[in-house]
C-alpha cells in the first residue's frame, strides 16, 4: 500500500507542471493547493496536490488526491478509480471503479 501512495504522490508532483487551464472538455487536468471548482467534463484523470477540489462534472478517468479535500457531487460521475492519501474524500456521485484510501477521511454518500 505504501508503495501505490508514493507512486500517486509522484505521478502528482511529476504531471504538476503541465496542468491544463482550457475551456471544455479538459482531456486532463492538475491541481496544486488552492481551491477549485471543476465544472466542465473531464476526458481523462483528475490529479490534485493539496488544496480543495469540488468535482461537480463527469471525469472519463481516475481523481487522484493527495493531501487536501476532494468532493465529488452527485452530478459527478468517475468512469475510474478514486485514490486519496493523507486526503479526505466525500463521495456523492457514482463512481465505477475503486476507491483507495490511506490516510484520511471517507463520507460516502452515493454508489461506489
Known sequence: MSRRIAL????CL???GSAAAADAPFVATIYVGG????SKPVEGPVH???GNVSIEAPVNGDVLLAGGEV???STATVAGDVSAAGGDVRLEGPTRGY???AWGVVRIYGPV
Open 8 to 11: 500517486l504522490l509522484l505521478s
Open 14 to 16: 511529476a504531471l504538476a
Open 35 to 38: 481551491d477549485v471548482q471543476v
Open 48 to 50: 490534485a496536490l493539496g
Open 71 to 73: 468532493r465529488l457531487a
Open 99 to 101: 476507491l483507495n484510501v
